[in-house]
């Protein structure tokens, strides 16, 4: 099978790298892989020539490439090839994209709930198929070491890769009374206090309590493009609340990306390296012992942070998702509870007290995520869900 796989803009390059490794592993498996660059200045040409040779199926991270309407009908189906999506953030803060009427397309969601968020809108009627598969670990060609030895000598013993987003935003009380604002504020305010809710059961609860009403698909139409703003307080909510958890208990956390300044200035443990890239990350993951993760709201899903950091020999604590359940035992990846926060910087430590202990969990997470969750084994459920669209 052909594949052209799109590769657009990215903060730290991640989604770029996905696009790399990804065709990596379509060539292991057989199959041809062509990537043309949307962020070049020929891309138009590029793209014109992807599409005049037609391959079967085309693929962008985020949904990159997926625009492409001539008439109002999706490029991909005028030429009958198939189009996939990797969505790789909550489809609410890309709504024309996870909703695009593609009929042979595959939309992949690494969220349980971020699919039943798209098959709740009826705008998503016209999608060929919608389905749940988290990214693959992004890795280096060189297997890492793992032994005891090697990991006493990582020489990070807490790292965090990501923006700092700064205090929680709060749009909707800008705007004057309304049934509307009251909705909003109280999916936020539920949301808040439990990062394990997702904004659909919460704008339920909220439409139940207020007017002992039921979401309805014309509701949610109605919804759908507001919620954008409680989904991103909440988890503004969440990392801010972990880091300055951390920042006050001390912990030793070295921090990349953007927005940090404000952190850096008040937690002298915190120590700073600078913006980095997420091919540096790959990097900092084989000098790391320990990698945080926040999830941003991925409550039934996984984030590409856990199966990077422990391909990369790291051992991982994250807050808690019902897929990590799923695919980790405890001994592989070790979480924390947000109604338990306050004890994050006591499991942090004793974590980090036991360098035998924790190089065994790493090298559980990466034997694990060798076996479950590298890009091979995602191909391998993009390449069957293509073959099986009509």
Not at 255 to 260: C, M
Request: glycine share 8%; hydrophobic share 45%.
């Amino acid at each position: 099978m052909r594949f052209v796989l799109f590769k657009g803009q990215s903060q730290y390059g991640s989604l770029r790298l996905h696009i790399d490794q990804i065709a990596v592993a379509l060539g292991g498996l057989g199959h041809e892989a062509e990537i043309v660059d949307l962020a070049t200045p020929d891309a138009w040409t590029r793209l014109a020539e992807s599409l005049e040779a037609q391959a079967d199926c085309y693929l962008g991270v985020g949904g990159v490439g997926s625009e492409v309407q001539p008439d109002g009908i999706s490029i991909f189906d005028s030429i009958g090839a198939a189009y996939v999506a990797i969505h790789v953030d909550h489809p609410v803060h890309m709504l024309q994209r996870v909703t695009l009427p593609i009929k042979r397309g595959a939309f992949f969601f690494l969220d349980r709930t971020h699919v039943q968020f798209v098959e709740a809108w009826p705008q998503s009627r016209g999608i060929g198929k919608l389905g749940f598969l988290p990214p693959g670990a992004n890795e280096l060609p060189e297997q890492p070491d793992t032994s005891d030895e090697a990991f006493a000598r990582r020489d990070i013993p807490l790292l965090f890769t990501g923006t700092y987003r700064g205090e929680p935003q709060t749009p909707w009380r800008d705007e004057p009374e309304s049934p509307a604002r009251t909705i909003l504020e109280d999916v936020a305010r539920r949301m808040a206090a439990d990062a394990t809710l997702p904004v659909v059961k919460a704008l339920r609860a909220a439409l139940a309590q207020a007017f002992k009403a039921e979401l309805t698909p014309e509701l949610f139409n109605d919804f759908a493009p507001l919620l954008q703003a409680p989904q991103a307080y909440a988890e503004t909510v969440h990392r801010d609340a972990v880091l300055r958890t951390l920042g006050e208990a001390g912990a030793p956390l070295h921090v990349y990306g953007l927005g940090w300044e404000p952190l850096i200035e008040r937690y002298p443990s915190f120590r700073y390296g600078g913006v980095g890239s997420f091919e540096e990350t790959l990097t900092l993951l084989r000098r790391a012992k320990l990698v945080l993760n926040i999830n941003n709201g991925f409550v039934e899903g996984g984030h590409e942070r856990v199966f990077t950091a422990m391909a990369g020999g790291a051992a991982v604590i994250s807050d808690e998702s019902r897929y990590y359940v799923e695919a980790f035992r405890e001994t592989e990846l070790a979480t924390y509870y947000w109604k338990a926060l306050k004890g994050l910087p006591r499991k942090i430590e004793a974590l980090l007290a036991d360098d035998r202990k924790l190089a065994a969990q790493a090298r559980a997470g990466a034997a694990r995520v060798a076996a479950d969750h590298t890009w091979q084994t995602r191909v391998k459920t993009i390449v069957e869900a293509v073959s099986a669209l009509p």
